[in-house]
């Protein structure tokens, strides 16, 4: 992009202030930059301006999940099912690793987190170890694609190859980047983060799909005859994957997504639950279930919005190549580094603008049909988000040693 091209981009979007050091960088830096202006998509940022109307909800209505005691009477022929997918090389596994983490506070990536007391034992390397449960169950390993960002990729990479990828065979793990971002202030315009660079941050989960096409993965999946594939969290070290009784639930429904879910703690509890809006599977945050939807009940009389995601979806990818548009945009706020009217860094202590992100639950809602399916929240979620107290690297390691897993 020439500098004419980009002031001409930036007036358009109100972002002139990116060029405050051009004249400071070296033709290198001058020449990344400009790159960089050319392939930021900014408009995103007009949606800082009517942000409240971004979220709204249809008609909220019960999804049915499949309860444990259905589960554990087609335990065996779900199991066989599924057993039989993989074995067919029709089951994949996404694991979504671009994300910041930036509630650990962990500079390197999430998944090389060390979890061990007496001895090391990574994030990733739990992941891996459960992943292998059932791969030697069935005697064929399943093909596993790594979503990182910019931020985090170099270090992935390298870690996971330096550790032999725990055992998994390498043949089998696949490496795409998400696409990135920009971060602005409350205004909606992008910081820098130094003098001939714009801050960006990943684009949220919910662009997983798109950016395991644009990285070309869409083939092997093509070649290899995958039909499902299989999406978690980098942070749940009690997370099963490709657990073969949920895809052979989740076939045996005749369902294009299959979402694990946790029985609600309390009708309260800050997780999103499983619903349909407007007669499509979808999935309603804590913060908008209204008094009315925590207190309504079903037929059996049991609460009718009880079970909570964790992050752990089966798509089919028939179904996944037939969804069309964008999904809707979050607006997240953030503590995002810049640079001052002096030109010094700050790293800010409280949030400061926003970044701009897609959610893997607004694809379940682009979705026909979807099998919420309910796991023992003891033996399958433990969330690593934050380094003490709620969802923290103290309380999975408690629930790794309630599960055998030696630390
Ligand atoms: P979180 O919502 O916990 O976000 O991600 P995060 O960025 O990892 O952590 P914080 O909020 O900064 O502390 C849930 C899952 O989605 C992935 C994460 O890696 C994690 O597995 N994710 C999130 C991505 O892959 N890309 C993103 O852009 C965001």
Same mark, same amino acid.
């Given at each position: 992009?020439?500098?004419?091209a980009?002031?001409?981009?930036?007036?358009?979007?109100g972002?002139?202030?990116?060029?405050?050091?051009?004249?400071?960088?070296?033709?290198?830096?001058?020449?990344?930059?400009?790159?960089q202006?050319?392939?930021? +998509?900014?408009?995103?940022?007009?949606?800082?301006?009517?942000?409240?109307?971004?979220?709204?909800k249809?008609?909220i209505?019960?999804?049915?999940?499949?309860?444990?005691?259905?589960?554990?009477?087609?335990?065996?022929?779900?199991?066989?099912?599924?057993?039989?997918?993989?074995?067919?090389?029709?089951?994949?596994?996404?694991?979504?690793?671009?994300?910041?983490?930036?509630?650990l506070?962990?500079?390197?990536?999430?998944?090389?987190?060390?979890?061990?007391?007496?001895?090391?034992?990574?994030?990733?390397?739990?992941?891996?170890?459960?992943?292998?449960?059932v @791969?030697?169950?069935?005697?064929?390993?399943?093909?596993?694609?790594?979503? @990182?960002?910019?931020?985090?990729?170099?270090? @992935?990479?390298?870690?996971?190859?330096?550790?032999?990828?725990f055992?998994?065979?390498?043949n089998?793990?696949?490496?795409?980047?998400?696409?990135?971002?920009?971060?602005?202030?409350?205004?909606?315009?992008?910081?820098?983060?130094?003098?001939?660079?714009?801050? @960006?941050?990943?684009?949220?989960?919910?662009?997983?799909?798109?950016?395991?096409?644009?990285?070309?993965?869409l083939?092997?999946?093509?070649?290899?005859?995958?039909?499902?594939?299989?999406?978690?969290?980098? +942070?749940?070290v009690l997370?099963?994957?490709? !657990?073969?009784?949920?895809?052979?639930?989740?076939?045996s429904?005749?369902?294009?997504?299959?979402?694990?879910?946790?029985?609600?703690?309390a009708?309260?509890?800050?997780?999103?639950?499983?619903?349909l809006? !407007?007669?499509?599977?979808?999935?309603?945050?804590?913060?908008?279930?209204?008094?009315?939807l925590?207190?309504?009940k079903?037929?059996?009389?049991?609460?009718?919005?009880?079970?909570?995601?964790?992050?752990?979806?089966?798509?089919?990818?028939?179904?996944?190549?037939k969804?069309?548009?964008?999904?809707?945009?979050?607006?997240?706020?953030?503590?995002?580094?810049?640079?001052?009217?002096?030109?010094?860094?700050?790293?800010?202590?409280?949030?400061?603008?926003?970044k701009?992100?897609?959610?893997?639950?607004?694809?379940?809602?682009?979705?026909?049909?979807?099998?919420?399916?309910?796991?023992?929240?003891?033996?399958?979620?433990?969330?690593?988000?934050?380094?003490?107290?709620?969802?923290?690297?103290?309380?999975?390691?408690?629930?790794?040693?309630?599960?055998?897993?030696?630390?």
């Amino acid at each position: 992009m020439t500098i004419e091209a980009a002031k001409e981009k930036l007036k358009k979007y109100g972002q002139e202030h990116l060029l405050k050091y051009y004249e400071e960088l070296s033709a290198e830096e001058q020449v990344a930059l400009l790159t960089q202006i050319d392939e930021t +998509d900014m408009t995103v940022l007009s949606s800082v301006s009517h942000k409240s109307e971004l979220s709204k909800k249809g008609r909220i209505t019960p999804l049915a999940a499949m309860e444990l005691s259905e589960i554990e009477k087609n335990r065996d022929s779900f199991k066989n099912i599924g057993l039989t997918a993989i074995r067919d090389g029709k089951v994949g596994a996404v694991l979504l690793a671009g994300g910041m983490g930036t509630r650990l506070g962990s500079d390197d990536p999430k998944g090389m987190y060390n979890i061990g007391v007496t001895k090391k034992l990574y994030i990733f390397e739990c992941l891996i170890n459960n992943l292998m449960e059932v @791969t030697n169950e069935a005697g064929k390993p399943v093909h596993l694609f790594v979503m @990182t960002s910019d931020k985090n990729n170099d270090k @992935t990479v390298k870690f996971l190859n330096e550790h032999k990828f725990f055992g998994y065979d390498e043949n089998y793990v696949h490496f795409f980047k998400q696409e990135m971002a920009p971060a602005s202030d409350y205004n909606g315009r992008i910081y820098l983060e130094e003098k001939g660079k714009l801050s @960006t941050s990943p684009n949220g989960n919910g662009g997983w799909f798109i950016s395991l096409k644009n990285a070309g993965l869409l083939d092997i999946v093509k070649k290899e005859g995958i039909e499902w594939l299989n999406i978690f969290a980098v +942070d749940n070290v009690l997370q099963r994957i490709a !657990d073969p009784v949920f895809v052979g639930a989740t076939i045996s429904k005749d369902c294009v997504v299959g979402a694990k879910v946790v029985r609600k703690a309390a009708p309260d509890e800050k997780v999103g639950v499983m619903c349909l809006e !407007d007669g499509k599977p979808s999935i309603v945050e804590y913060y908008e279930l209204t008094e009315e939807l925590m207190n309504a009940k079903n037929e059996k009389g049991d609460p009718a919005y009880n079970f909570g995601v964790i992050l752990n979806y089966l798509f089919s990818v028939q179904a996944l190549e037939k969804l069309m548009g964008n999904l809707p945009l979050h607006i997240v706020e953030k503590k995002i580094p810049y640079l001052d009217e002096s030109g010094r860094l700050v790293k800010p202590e409280e949030p400061n603008g926003y970044k701009f992100e897609n959610l893997v639950l607004d694809m379940i809602h682009k979705m026909d049909s979807c099998l919420p399916f309910e796991v023992v929240r003891e033996k399958e979620f433990a969330p690593i988000k934050n380094k003490t107290g709620v969802d923290s690297v103290d309380s999975a390691r408690e629930l790794l040693k309630k599960n055998g897993v030696e630390l």
